[in-house]
């Protein structure tokens, strides 16, 4: 009898055992209906990395009228040249650039007039070495500033300014680049190349983007660049393009107010081909302040915001933006604990 009763005991002793081995941990969620968290202070903000495209834009702008070989290059591609910026030596002659509309299709000296002799006389002037009216004549005093921009340029003066010694373009300033399939070191010329490239102020920038990404960006969206040199570039999202089949999206990438993104740091842009640029797009501008979960906000009856702390009440707040499940709020003091879900005992 006596041992049947303890094989009774060890019998329970083992099924309570078991049942409490095998029985499944209490989920602490599950047993508690929410929790208190503290308001602290810190900052909000998200953004997604994504790239921007930046291509330089090319049209002819002038043609060289040389014969020889081209014996050193004087500009970087892209590089901003004025009146007299050295281009390019043939047989050791510079080939100047100089502002103007009408090509340059002969010499230029003692009696010679017209147009191209204007456009001669206003380089020189802007040079230092004429001081005399823009009459399109070349007379005493244009011969005698002709002499000396020679001298200046190692050239023998002659007072004759050759055909292959100007190139005239429409506009300078003026960022160019030189057609390197016919200038470079060693290319033989004969006259009639297409040897300068005109450049607009600035490349062009856009962000290739999915529909879900082109949703996100809207107008105005701030863009933060990297340069080839490691600046960051502050920019802003323009219109949004899709390409001729329908596509494709690209968002154009602007400096603020419609400015140069770049600034005056454009010439770090390659100028052949496409350059690709890491950026950092803010999707929510980052807002520093106090924060609190945004599962501890909970909409009060009138439409408004609030939390609900410790004592069971609810405070209401504003607020001033969300991102990452956190909000930065106000109306609520820093160091109190909040109620993590807002739920209330009647369980809104």
């Not at 929410?34 to 202070?41: I, L």
């Not at 030189?178 to 856009?206: C, D, Q, Y």
Request: aromatic share 4%; proline share 5%.
């Amino acid at each position: 009898m006596l041992g049947g009763l303890v094989l009774l005991v060890v019998g329970a002793a083992c099924a309570w055992a078991t049942m409490t081995v095998l029985r499944p941990a209490d989920d602490p969620l599950a047993s508690t209906e929410h929790t208190y968290v503290e308001v602290t202070r810190g900052k909000v903000g998200a953004s997604i990395s994504l790239n921007t495209i930046a291509e330089w834009s090319q049209v002819p702008a002038g043609s060289n009228l040389a014969s020889g070989i081209v014996t050193s290059i004087g500009i970087e591609p892209g590089a901003e040249v004025s009146h007299g910026s050295v281009l390019y030596s043939v047989d050791l002659r510079p080939v100047a650039v100089a502002q103007g509309e009408v090509p340059m299709f002969r010499q230029i000296g003692a009696g010679v007039a017209g147009a191209d002799v204007r456009q001669l006389q206003e380089m020189l002037a802007a040079l230092g070495y004429y001081d005399s009216a823009f009459d399109g004549r070349a007379e005493a005093g244009t011969i005698a500033a002709i002499k000396r921009w020679q001298k200046s340029s190692g050239l023998s003066e002659s007072g004759v300014v050759e055909q292959g010694d100007l190139i005239f373009v429409s506009r300078l300033p003026a960022r160019l680049a030189l057609n390197s399939e016919s200038i470079h070191r060693g290319a033989s010329l004969s006259g009639g190349e297409e040897a300068v490239l005109g450049l607009p102020a600035a490349p062009r920038f856009w962000v290739p983007v999915s529909e879900g990404q082109a949703a996100m960006i809207t107008a105005g969206t701030v863009i933060e660049v990297t340069s080839p040199d490691g600046q960051t570039w502050r920019g802003v999202a323009g219109e949004q393009e899709r390409d001729a089949d329908g596509g494709a999206i690209s968002i154009a990438v602007t400096g603020p107010d419609g400015t140069v993104l770049c600034g005056d740091a454009c010439g770090q842009v390659p100028v052949s081909g496409q350059t690709t640029l890491l950026s950092n797009v803010v999707t929510v501008e980052q807002v520093e302040g106090l924060l609190v979960p945004s599962s501890a906000l909970v909409t009060m009856a009138d439409a408004g915001t609030a939390v609900i702390g410790e004592d069971g009440k609810r405070i209401p707040v504003e607020v001033r933006t969300s991102a990452k499940g956190m909000s930065v709020v106000s109306g609520v003091d820093e160091g109190i604990r909040v109620r993590v879900p807002a739920k209330d005992e009647s369980g809104e």
